[in-house]
């Protein structure tokens, strides 16, 4: 289960020129052909740690069009576990295009009513999965705990070449901690939160405080480019995302990476950055999300 190091290349723009900055984006997307991105990351070392227990099931929650759903689903095929996702919400017929893709690959979807699923951590609920489905080797939602850290700590370390800002999208914080653990305090780290409010400051210190003993505070969470919550859009943003893919020929995503995108070049504009600066931006996948919203 090796990840061959994905691709670094230069995108050019006018506006970079004008600044005096060079913006680098780490094709993350390219990683696996049906895992991909950030979830095959966080995925890889749980998947050992489930085959080390001997564990032949993966049970897992998410969103009716999650990344994370599509990635255990086509991981499990990939990788020999039978997977079960334990979906939010009510099932409506036909399935959307990411849980045919996950029934495809023989995931088992079970669904769970808004407010149960809200509570999936509180022991009745647990109990329920328990009995319904044990044994099961379980994923949190969205992937995120210690061995996803670790799993992403590698993005940083495949790396040829130093940079002095990594930009990434943040939804649950997982993928920034393995960032800013596999960076050790060098450089700076801006997270674009997908996500409306801002609780996300203190989950990122709370999920680097329980990975490691060593208190980095080379990173900031920017919650100026949610464009009105997770999974939100607005004409704006869809425009934007029109004229980069145009023009770079790399694709984005509405819910995550188009807004980090987004942000990093209203930031430059902004003069955020420093003449001279080269930009990290991790491209952290989700291209499957896109159909969801007709694109
Ligand atoms: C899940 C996801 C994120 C958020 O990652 P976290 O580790 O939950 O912060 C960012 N980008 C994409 C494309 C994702 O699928």
Same mark, same amino acid.
Request: aromatic share 12%; charged share 20%; hydrophobic share 30%.
């Given at each position: 289960?090796?990840?061959?190091?994905?691709?670094?290349?230069?995108?050019?723009?006018?506006?970079?020129?004008?600044?005096?900055?060079?913006?680098?984006?780490?094709?993350?997307?390219?990683?696996?052909?049906?895992?991909?991105?950030?979830?095959?990351?966080?995925?890889?070392?749980?998947?050992?740690?489930?085959?080390?227990?001997?564990?032949?099931?993966?049970?897992?929650?998410?969103?009716?069009?999650?990344?994370?759903?599509?990635?255990?689903?086509?991981?499990?095929?990939?990788?020999?576990?039978?997977?079960?996702?334990?979906?939010?919400?009510?099932?409506?017929? !036909?399935?959307?295009?990411?849980?045919?893709?996950?029934?495809?690959?023989?995931?088992?979807?079970?669904?769970?009513?808004?407010?149960?699923?809200?509570?999936?951590?509180?022991?009745?609920?647990?109990?329920?999965?328990?009995?319904?489905?044990? !044994?099961?080797?379980?994923?949190?939602?969205?992937?995120?705990?210690?061995?996803?850290?670790?799993?992403?700590?590698?993005?940083?370390?495949?790396?040829?070449?130093?940079?002095?800002?990594?930009?990434?999208?943040?939804?649950?914080?997982?993928?920034?901690?393995?960032?800013?653990?596999?960076?050790?305090?060098?450089?700076?780290?801006?997270?674009?939160?997908?996500?409306?409010?801002?609780?996300?400051?203190?989950?990122?210190?709370?999920?680097?405080?329980?990975?490691?003993?060593?208190?980095?505070?080379?990173?900031?969470?920017?919650?100026?480019?949610?464009?009105?919550?997770?999974?939100?859009?607005?004409?704006?943003?869809?425009?934007?995302?029109?004229?980069?893919?145009?023009?770079?020929?790399?694709?984005?995503?509405?819910?995550?990476?188009?807004?980090?995108?987004?942000?990093?070049?209203?930031?430059?504009?902004?003069?955020?950055?420093?003449?001279?600066?080269?930009?990290?931006?991790?491209?952290?996948?989700?291209?499957?999300?896109?159909?969801?919203?007709?694109?």
């Amino acid at each position: 289960m090796e990840i061959k190091p994905s691709p670094v290349q230069e995108i050019k723009e006018e506006l970079f020129k004008e600044k005096n900055v060079r913006v680098f984006i780490k094709r993350e997307d390219l990683n696996h052909p049906i895992v991909s991105g950030n979830k095959w990351r966080k995925l890889k070392y749980n998947l050992q740690e489930a085959k080390n227990q001997e564990h032949q099931t993966l049970l897992t929650f998410g969103g009716a069009y999650s990344n994370h759903i599509y990635a255990v689903a086509g991981a499990g095929k990939a990788y020999g576990f039978e997977t079960i996702g334990i979906i939010r919400g009510e099932e409506i017929p !036909p399935l959307n295009k990411t849980l045919s893709f996950a029934v495809s690959c023989g995931m088992k979807l079970h669904y769970l009513n808004r407010s149960d699923y809200r509570e999936k951590n509180a022991r009745n609920v647990k109990q329920t999965l328990h009995n319904l489905f044990t !044994p099961f080797y379980e994923i949190p939602e969205g992937g995120t705990n210690n061995l996803a850290i670790k799993g992403c700590t590698e993005i940083i370390q495949e790396l040829e070449h130093d940079y002095d800002h990594y930009c990434l999208s943040v939804g649950t914080g997982g993928t920034i901690s393995g960032i800013i653990q596999g960076l050790k305090g060098s450089s700076n780290v801006v997270g674009f939160s997908s996500l409306k409010g801002s609780f996300l400051t203190s989950e990122v210190k709370k999920l680097n405080s329980e990975y490691s003993d060593n208190l980095y505070e080379n990173w900031q969470i920017n919650n100026d480019f949610h464009f009105g919550g997770y999974a939100k859009t607005k004409p704006d943003l869809l425009e934007f995302m029109e004229g980069f893919e145009s023009r770079q020929g790399v694709l984005l995503d509405p819910v995550y990476t188009g807004k980090a995108m987004y942000g990093l070049y209203q930031l430059i504009h902004n003069d955020h950055f420093n003449s001279g600066d080269r930009i990290l931006f991790i491209h952290t996948g989700g291209l499957q999300g896109r159909k969801g919203f007709g694109l």
